[in-house]
């Protein structure tokens, strides 16, 4: 299963752009890149994946480089309730494809 | 709406009394599944559950069991906990048989067994 590393914090000011960057060098041809986000002890919340192209939605985009093995989340316009723990995750293959397997995340602080 | 629910919320019960957290789903999908999360130790799988009749243990099933009678339904059953079950315990399903599928999930159930 492909690994993920991110940084354990980062603060972000209110209303800039918060980049929030992942590599995962092991990753796997077929794999998908999947942010997921946690706010303090709620369920988390999907955001976003992409396979190699670059993606956008409402809430953020995800850049993904040529050879798959980072990747930045952008939050556009980060505000007090972008605070959460933002989780990159790497699908895993075979029996439990379903399964998630979350890392430590990173912390997002957001200050006004 | 899309949503997965999980009861109870909050539950504080004593060593060894037999307990069981509630799942449910509304959106039709087969696979689901529970995780605990930990200070340090991130969100593990405990068991999940491809569809009906079909369940199979995660990283940390000991002291654990789970049933899916009902393709919207997933209990954890703790038949006698002790105080090293104290966790946060999350409920998530998804579709099966794609690749880029989305897992949504519930809000939670803190435990705490003294």
């Known amino acids: 299963d492909a690994k993920t590393t991110q940084p354990p914090s980062m603060d972000c000011a209110e209303g800039r752009a918060a980049n929030l960057p992942c590599n995962h060098s092991?990753?796997?041809?077929?794999?998908?890149v999947y942010w997921y986000r946690q706010i303090h002890s709620q369920g988390p919340q999907y955001i976003i994946h992409g396979l190699k192209n670059n993606e956008t939605n409402e809430m953020a985009s995800l850049i993904i480089t040529e050879d798959r093995k980072s990747s930045t989340l952008i939050l556009p316009h980060a505000t007090l309730r972008d605070t959460a723990v933002y989780y990159c995750i790497v699908r895993v293959q075979g029996d439990s494809w379903g399964k998630f397997q979350f890392g430590a995340g990173t912390q997002v602080v957001v200050t006004p | 709406e899309a949503q997965v629910t999980q009861n109870p919320r909050y539950l504080i019960t004593v060593t060894g009394k037999k307990l069981t957290v509630t799942c449910s789903q509304n959106m039709n999908h087969e696979y689901m599944s529970w995780y605990r999360q930990d200070p340090g130790l991130g969100l593990r799988q405990i068991y999940y559950?491809?569809?009906?009749?079909?369940?199979d243990k995660g990283d940390v099933p000991e002291g654990y069991k789970v049933s899916r009678k009902e393709k919207r339904n997933f209990p954890l059953i703790l038949e006698s906990p002790s105080p090293n079950q104290t966790s946060l315990y999350f409920c998530a399903s998804s579709l099966v048989g794609r690749m880029n599928t989305e897992a949504f999930f519930g809000q939670g159930t803190r435990l705490t067994v003294v």
């Open positions: 092991t990753i796997s041809g077929n794999e998908y």
């Open positions: 559950s491809m569809n009906v009749e079909v369940t």
